[in-house]
């Protein structure tokens, strides 16, 4: 998962364009500058995580594969038109892309502010307790299935992009997985790991008990 940081570097020129300086949006030139290692690093983590590739990400944003190279290493500080195109290259908006419109390195979601959601007619409730904020590489939730519910239905499409991974931890009762077509019988305290990508959905067995489980869907290349 991506942290913020703060950052503090100098600030370099290319091309007579200003590097990035600010922490603020909009810009303030009094702000301290952005290090261009951990810009580099953000770049490359959100290319990877949407599974492009250099020449993928050049094409969709208009700067040359060397350059993208050359910033996602922290050789060179983008200057403010070249991080806008990189950002709309990964259909993000610039201040979503250097994390300006976060507050800190702490993002704290209180109870009463998570995003609720399910399927009442198929027994499922769930309530994500990760920030919504852009570029979280990992979201976690807390899912509970009634008697005989489901979180899907088998000929549901994957629901995560290209290269999740889920992880799922049976907090409470029993659940089955259903995997690519496979079961998966697990108990309380029962953890399973899978390629998120894949058609899947979770079962509750028991007639009579709700079954709870956390889940963690995380962003990334899989079978590299």
């Known amino acids: 998962m991506i942290t913020y940081v703060c950052m503090a570097s100098q600030a370099t020129t290319v091309r007579g364009e200003p590097a990035l300086r600010t922490l603020s949006d909009p810009f303030d030139p009094a702000a301290a500058p952005l290090s261009q290692t951990v810009v580099g690093a953000r770049v490359k983590a959100l290319r990877e995580s949407s599974s492009l590739s250099l020449r993928d990400l050049?094409?969709?944003?208009?700067?040359?594969?060397?350059?993208?190279?050359?910033?996602?290493?922290?050789?060179?500080?983008?200057?403010l038109s070249v991080a806008a195109k990189i950002a709309a290259g990964l259909e993000l908006r610039l201040s979503q892309l250097l994390r300006l419109d976060e507050d800190g390195a702490v993002t704290i979601v209180?109870?009463?502010q998570r995003q609720r959601g399910g399927n009442a007619r198929r027994g499922h409730r769930l309530e994500v307790m990760t920030s919504p904020q852009p570029g979280q590489r990992?979201?976690?939730?807390?899912?509970?299935?009634?008697?005989?519910?489901?979180?899907?239905?088998?000929?549901?499409?994957?629901?995560?992009?290209?290269?999740?991974?889920?992880t799922a931890l049976v907090e409470q009762g029993s659940v089955v997985l259903v995997c690519d077509g496979q079961r998966?019988?697990?108990?309380?305290?029962?953890?399973?790991?899978?390629?998120?990508?894949?058609?899947?959905?979770f079962e509750n067995p028991s007639t009579t008990a709700e079954t709870v489980f956390l889940a963690v869907v995380s962003a990334g290349l899989r079978r590299s």
């Open 138 to 166: 990992a979201e976690l939730s807390r899912h509970t299935l009634a008697p005989g519910g489901a979180t899907g239905s088998p000929d549901d499409p994957p629901m995560h992009e290209p290269g999740s991974r889920e």
């Open 184 to 201: 998966h019988e697990l108990g309380e305290g029962d953890c399973v790991t899978f390629d998120a990508d894949l058609p899947h959905h």
């Open 58 to 79: 050049a094409v969709r944003s208009g700067v040359s594969a060397p350059m993208l190279s050359q910033v996602e290493r922290g050789e060179t500080s983008p200057t």
């Open 110 to 112: 209180r109870a009463s």
